[in-house]
């Protein structure tokens, strides 16, 4: 049954860091370049579809796999490997919840071209985000770091 949640989280991730990527490299410089709000929104209506249930998908079977592999009681207990990287998933999603809440309650009823850099520079943030989250995962394999 792990593998199977886990072949989940993986393809929820691949979704969720390569929909920002997409976002941060591919849209970001043509909306700056043009001021082009529009080409943000086309963006976000479609990416969202799948974009929000691909973080439901991370988050239950983030903690899902959390608990398979540590009690809740040693999760944050710094001496144990696995303990330390699901410390920092914990930590990348309250910056994620951060930046969402943010986005969706301040930079979003305020958007216009003249907060543009505001908005580049939110979209920088959470693609980051979403990359650490993918290369913390990596690492509790791999043990990259």
Do not use: C
């Not at 997409?22 to 963006?43: E, M, N, Q, R, Y």
């Not at 973080?55 to 398979?68: D, F, K, S």
């Not at 003249?114 to 990596?138: D, E, P, R, S, Y």
């Amino acid at each position: 049954m792990i593998k199977y949640i886990i072949l989940l989280h993986i393809l929820a991730a691949t979704i969720w860091a390569g929909g920002h990527l997409v976002l941060a490299l591919g849209f970001l410089p043509a909306i700056l370049k043009h001021k082009d709000l529009d080409l943000l929104d086309s963006f976000e209506g479609r990416y969202e579809k799948v974009g929000m249930p691909a973080l439901l998908i991370l988050v239950v079977t983030g903690i899902y796999m959390a608990l398979y592999y540590l009690p809740f009681t040693e999760w944050f207990n710094f001496d144990h490997h696995l303990s330390q990287h699901i410390t920092l998933k914990l930590i990348l999603l309250a910056a994620t919840i951060a930046l969402a809440l943010h986005a969706r309650l301040r930079l979003i009823p305020n958007l216009s071209t003249g907060n543009l850099k505001l908005l580049a520079m939110h979209i920088i943030a959470i693609t980051v985000v979403a990359v650490l989250f993918v290369v913390t995962g990596l690492s509790i394999r791999l043990s990259i770091f």
